[in-house]
């Protein structure tokens, strides 16, 4: 089994869970974070006070698969996720070493 | 027969200037006055409350909004025990009111202050004694101890804002000289704009002010507070004709125009100089133009509230934007910046622009130039008086409170947290 963690665009979120159900993936985990690689930040400015804002919305979304779906998954999340602009974001993979379903305690394979 | 007629007609004829003298209730100004009270009350606990509320940090939004309530409650409670009598008693040498009306003696159901109950009138000024001493705090949020900042409310309004209240609107020795001020531009915005940068320059600047960025919690909530200090002010300024008259109607008018002008004015030139027209900017914009009609609200025209509302976004946006940067000052949300800079432009363009068709005071460009010197002495003695009594209530504040500051992990961990054991916002 393989974690697959994306960091996207947050508009892009849509387009990504649906490239995800049509490969058959039914669950992720999504979480809202900040981050920043070479996309710039922006300045807000209140009374003459000019702040920069170095940290950019991002989504990180987790998927946990069986290894050999991992490179379609992988694809899939790259092909969706992309707008060619600076900040499209990242998409790592590691190993996973357990799964348990708690409803019915399956593990393995049969639990993601 | 004509014996006997005369003794009951010379009755009547010698009662007669007796009664044409005597004021008479007016129930058109006093449901007027009633109704502007409340728009003035409305002005602290919402409208200032959210304005300075939404520009501090989420983690002292809670904070600077109780500093504000607590402000009110504590003006309502000083003013009905001694705040009234001392501004409004009578005069005693030009300083201050006798203690006649200590607890609101000697006012009943019937007792009339011009044409409307004195009780009505009481409360209106209660509104303003109020929000004065509520613009302090614009000052010295984030790092004021709550303790300190009650005891500071029930000193300043005592020592501060009662005598300049009397001297200005109580028959004291301002109101002797001449000096204009229609709704406050003294009483109200120099008095407290002065107050809070002394009490500023004494509490020190906040833990990384010019290093960290402070956001504002909310520019909505600002926004919001604006709009609301922008109604309510219809009641400050409009209200202080003391009567449902064309006066009334007047100051209505150069109110709204002036504080539309100086948000447009403070917008571009924010626009301008800084490439953005901010929310903050076009509210702050308003809340400077309100505050400089304020003090010529009742003796200018339409054309002169162009030019005060003009001057004021400009300013306004000068001091708060550049000056305060140049001068390193930590006045933390401008209310020296806003309210005592604009109100003393507000106080000299009085002395300008007064009209005598308005209210018959002349200004310097109807032909009356010494107006302008003595708005400008009554200028120049409300900061003397308010720097030095504002710096000894200081020093007895921090006698009886054991120091005004919060410790630096309070500052650090945030004033709702530490002082309130509440939190603003519960977000997910």
């Known amino acids: 089994m393989k974690k697959i963690e994306a960091i996207i665009k947050p508009f892009k979120l849509d387009d990504v869970k649906n490239a995800l159900n049509e490969l058959g993936i039914q669950g992720m985990t999504v979480t809202e974070v900040k981050g920043y690689g070479r996309q710039k930040g922006h300045t807000e400015i209140y009374r003459g006070a000019e702040y920069v804002v170095d940290f950019v919305p991002k989504i990180k979304l987790e998927v946990v698969v069986a290894a050999e779906m991992t490179d379609k998954v992988v694809d899939a999340i790259a092909q969706s996720a992309l707008t060619g602009k600076v900040g499209d974001g990242k998409i790592f993979v590691m190993p996973v070493e357990q799964a348990v379903r708690v409803r019915t305690g399956e593990k393995g394979k049969d639990a993601i | 027969m004509k014996k006997i007629l005369l003794v009951p007609v010379a009755l009547l004829l010698s009662v007669l200037p007796a009664f044409a003298e005597e004021a008479v209730l007016d129930t058109g100004d006093t449901a007027w006055i009633i109704v502007a009270t409340a728009l003035v009350m409305m002005m602290t606990p919402a409208g200032l409350a959210l304005f300075y509320g939404g520009m501090s940090r989420s983690k002292n939004l809670l904070n600077t909004y109780a500093m504000t309530f607590a402000a009110y409650c504590l003006a309502s409670l000083v003013w009905v025990c001694w705040g009234y009598t001392l501004a409004f008693g009578p005069d005693k040498g030009g300083i201050i009111g006798g203690l006649d009306h200590l607890f609101l003696n000697g006012i009943g159901i019937d007792t009339l202050s011009g044409t409307i109950p004195a009780s009505v009138f009481a409360l209106f000024q209660l509104t303003f004694a109020g929000i004065t001493v509520a613009l302090v705090l614009g000052s010295v949020v984030d790092r004021m101890k709550f303790s300190a900042w009650l005891v500071f409310c029930l000193l300043w309004l005592t020592f501060v ?246 410790s630096r992990e309070d500052e650090m961990m945030g004033l709702d947290n530490a002082i309130h054991g509440e939190r603003a916002f519960e977000l997910d």
């Not at chain 2, 020190?204 to 919690?217: L, V």
């Not at chain 2, 909505?220 to 006066?247: D, E, I």
């Not at chain 2, 305060?324 to 300008?352: E, P």
């Open chain 2, 161 to 406: 804002y009662s005598p300049v209240a009397h001297w200005v609107w109580g028959g004291g020795w301002m109101a002797e000289m001449g000096a204009l001020d229609f709704a406050g531009g003294n009483v109200v915005h120099i008095n407290a704009g002065i107050a809070g940068l002394v009490l500023a320059l004494m509490l020190g600047k906040r833990e990384g002010y010019g290093k960290e960025a402070m956001f504002p919690s909310s520019v909505s909530l600002t926004a919001l507070g604006a709009a609301l200090l922008w109604f309510g002010w219809f009641g400050f300024n409009a209200g202080s004709a003391l009567g449902a008259n064309g006066l009334a109607g007047s100051a209505f008018l150069v109110t709204n125009t002036s504080a539309a002008m100086a948000g447009m004015a403070w917008m571009f030139a924010e626009w301008i100089v800084s490439k953005r027209p901010t929310l903050l900017g076009l509210a702050s914009g308003v809340v400077a133009g309100l505050v400089a009609i304020t003090p010529a609200a009742g003796f200018v025209n339409l054309p002169a509230s162009l030019v005060i509302g003009l001057v004021a976004g400009v300013l306004g946006f000068y001091s708060v934007a550049v000056l305060k940067h140049k001068l390193g000052y930590d006045d933390s949300l401008d209310a020296f910046g806003v309210h005592g800079v604009c109100g003393i432009w507000g106080a000299l363009a009085t002395g300008l622009f007064a009209n005598p068709v308005i209210s018959g005071a002349s200004g310097l460009l109807y032909g009356n130039p010494g107006q302008l010197w003595i708005q400008a002495i009554s200028i120049v003695a409300t900061i003397a008086f308010t720097a030095v009594a504002t710096l000894i209530i200081v020093y007895v504040t921090r006698l009886i409170t054991g120091g005004l500051r919060v």
